[in-house]
């Protein structure tokens, strides 16, 4: 199975600040990643796929980035909307995997 | 409204079965590829099943395969999972989610339910 690592496991960042989360693949997945958010006692959502293409309706603040075995997440300027847990998720082949996330804490 | 809602989840002991349910509304069901999704307490997320539109094709994760079945009608616009032999290591919130975008190999997935949980206890 294809192993995803995301880093920082947590993360602390103040309103208005730039907030980058990477995630790593064991081995090249082309830039078939997605990245979801998740809030508090929610489901996931969709925020990115194809490693940079926008789903619709996520505001634009949010970007992606990367290719082969590295990938970014992007927030541009953190609003407090965007406390919640970030995954990124590989789907060149089954078994589909997902990183372990990324907890996003507004100081 | 898109939704996806899950119901049938509940305290089992070990060894013990379950179904779970997974209702949609506001998109023709019929249309797409559908999967279920666990999330351990406090943890990730790991895929667990998937079927294709017309039923043929059925994706397991090695973790559940053998113990866990995948089935979904269409009339009612509904897909379950049909649990066996469930384990500790099984309690976990059971998402659904429609397929969204692929690779032409695997998907990843647009619409997501908020889940219903299952802890497997003695």
């Known amino acids: 199975d294809i192993q995803m690592t995301q880093s920082p496991s947590t993360l602390s960042a103040s309103v208005g600040d730039r907030v980058t989360i990477t995630c790593r693949a064991s081995q090249s997945i082309n830039d078939w990643l997605a990245w979801y958010q998740q809030k508090p006692g929610k489901a996931p959502n969709l925020l990115i796929y194809?490693?940079?293409t926008l789903h619709s309706g996520v505001p634009s603040r949010f970007s992606g980035s990367g290719s082969e075995t590295e990938f970014t997440l992007t927030i541009s300027s953190l609003q407090p909307d965007d406390l919640a847990t970030y995954y990124c998720?590989?789907?060149?082949?089954?078994?589909?995997?997902f990183g372990q996330g990324t907890r996003l804490e507004i100081k | 409204q898109v939704q996806l809602v899950e119901s049938g989840g509940g305290v089992v002991q070990p060894g013990s079965s379950l179904r779970l349910s997974c209702v949609a509304s506001g998109f023709t069901f019929s249309n797409y590829v559908m999967h279920w999704i666990r999330q351990a307490p406090g943890k990730g997320l790991e895929w667990v099943a998937g079927?294709?539109?017309?039923?043929?094709?059925?994706?397991?994760a090695d973790s559940v395969k053998g113990r866990f079945t995948v089935s979904r009608d269409n009339s009612r616009s509904t897909v379950y999972l049909e649990m066996n032999s469930l384990r500790v290591e099984d309690t976990a919130v059971y998402h659904c989610?429609?397929?969204?975008f692929g690779s032409g190999f695997a998907p990843c997935f647009d619409i997501w339910g908020r889940g219903t949980l299952v802890p497997v206890s003695s």
């Open positions: 998720q590989q789907y060149n082949r089954y078994p589909v995997t």
């Open positions: 989610a429609r397929e969204g």
């Open positions: 194809a490693a940079s």
């Open positions: 079927i294709s539109i017309d039923a043929k094709s059925k994706h397991y």
